[in-house]
């Protein structure tokens, strides 16, 4: 706690976010639970059809903040690509994926509908690209941050879109 103390006395007027990915050790509940400070909830982490994940868009409590993916996670299209057909047909069942939204703004939705106070969608997911425009792939020293957004690929139908999903759920 000192070090957390230490920042939000110096730098009262930021907001911080706990990045606590991984594997949550009672030290690290202590630390949130001391600090107030939000954690981070990682719903392509969230589908293992085989255990109980904290990722779980029902276990986003409100002081988090719900990421689809993170600088470090592939695209959405790329991740479906990665799952096993379990993980896929578990996930597929609890966000009630159809046809017509599809994967990526059925994710959004999911996202959007936490009880988290602060959802976060990576550009590349709302343009619905493929893993070819992953922004890094931690590991490796190069043709990382390379991806950019092309001019008019953020249109009026784009928005439109997006905006009814955040007013949907109350998140303007």
């Keep these: 706690m000192g070090l957390v103390s230490v920042l939000t006395s110096w730098f009262g007027e930021m907001e911080y976010i706990a990045e606590d990915l991984g594997y949550i050790t009672p030290g690290v509940q202590q630390l949130l639970s001391d600090s107030g400070l939000p954690g981070m909830k990682v719903l392509e982490f969230a589908f293992d059809a085989h255990g109980e994940s904290d990722y779980l868009p029902h276990r986003c409590e409100q002081n988090s903040v719900c990421y ?80 950019r957004m092309l001019p008019g690929a953020a249109d009026k139908a784009l928005a439109k879109k997006l905006r009814s999903y955040t007013e949907t759920f109350r998140r303007i």
Excluded at 83 to 109: K, N
Excluded at 123 to 129: A, G, H
């Design 68 to 147: 689809m993916g993170t600088h470090d996670n592939d695209t959405v299209l790329g991740w479906l690509k990665t799952m096993s057909r379990a993980d896929r047909r578990f996930a597929s069942a609890y966000m009630h994926i159809t046809e017509d939204e599809g994967w990526v703004w059925g994710l959004i939705r999911t996202g959007m509908s936490t009880a988290s106070n602060l959802f976060v969608v990576q550009m590349q997911d709302l343009l619905e690209l493929p893993a070819s425009c992953r922004m890094n792939i931690p590991g490796t020293s190069t043709g990382n941050w390379q991806w």
